[in-house]
């Protein structure tokens, strides 16, 4: 430790500011140091700690939302390479405004388009942002729901307040199949509490939502698949990805 600065380092290390401890140490030790005016040495300081920890913050989130080591990038979601994709509404999005703004993202394409990649692009994006995110493939999600919901009612309600609370909730492959009546009010009811609390939901479907009714095994009650299509695309955005 530098004589003049070992108490401030001692401190910051008692507060486990450990880099910005020995980010002080290299500085104290540098020719210039002495004319370094308080708030050019404070920038020095904060800056290493802040970028230290916001790494460690993203690469939480990414961990907990299940997008750990995932490449999608914002930037490659523009036309080109194979891809055909509304730049305008790439643009748009790409601010995160519609997530803070509480609203809902929808992505079409035929299969093998490029929604996953697109979805995951979004979420990680949003984990940059310190927005909390979790990535889940649809059929997998509700198979767990319904099956915590036959085993233990007072879990499975928890878990859905849970999986309503999450800023940024994505659901891949979007009713991929027809589901039956159980799974089509969990949905619902998933759905139902997300909106309520104005959390944003993303969804990736091959499908267009004016037919998502015909996939909910709910025989011929059309309030259920409309309150879904509903919740999910009213004032939010759909984004179509083609191939080239």
Known sequence: MAKNTADIEEMLEYLQLDRMAEGLDRLARTPGFP????????????????VAQKNYRTEKSLRLGKLKGCNAQMENLRTGNGRI?????????ATLEFI?????????????????????????????ADYRVHFADFTMLLE??????????????????????????????????????????ILFT????????????????????????????????????DGIRRRLIDQGFVLLVEKA
Not at 85 to 93: P, R, V
């Open 35 to 50: 004319s370094f005016t308080p708030i050019q040495a404070l920038r020095e300081l904060i800056t290493e700690e802040y």
């Open 85 to 93: 994709y509304n730049d305008n509404i790439i643009s748009q999005l």
């Open 100 to 128: 803070q703004d509480r609203r809902n993202l929808c992505i079409l394409g035929e299969s093998g388009a490029g929604k996953t990649y697109a979805a995951k692009a979004f979420g990680v994006a949003a984990c940059n």
């Open 144 to 185: 767990d729901l319904c099956i915590l919901k036959r085993r233990d009612l007072a879990k499975y309600q928890k878990k859905v307040r849970y999986f309503a609370r999450i800023q940024v909730l994505i659901l891949d492959d979007f009713l991929i199949t027809h589901i039956e009546e159980e799974r089509a009010i």
């Open 190 to 225: 998933l759905l139902k509490q997300r909106d309520e609390l104005g959390t944003s939901t993303i969804v990736s479907s091959q499908y267009n939502p004016e037919t998502w009714n015909r996939y909910l095994g709910v025989s011929d009650d059309y309030a259920m698949p």
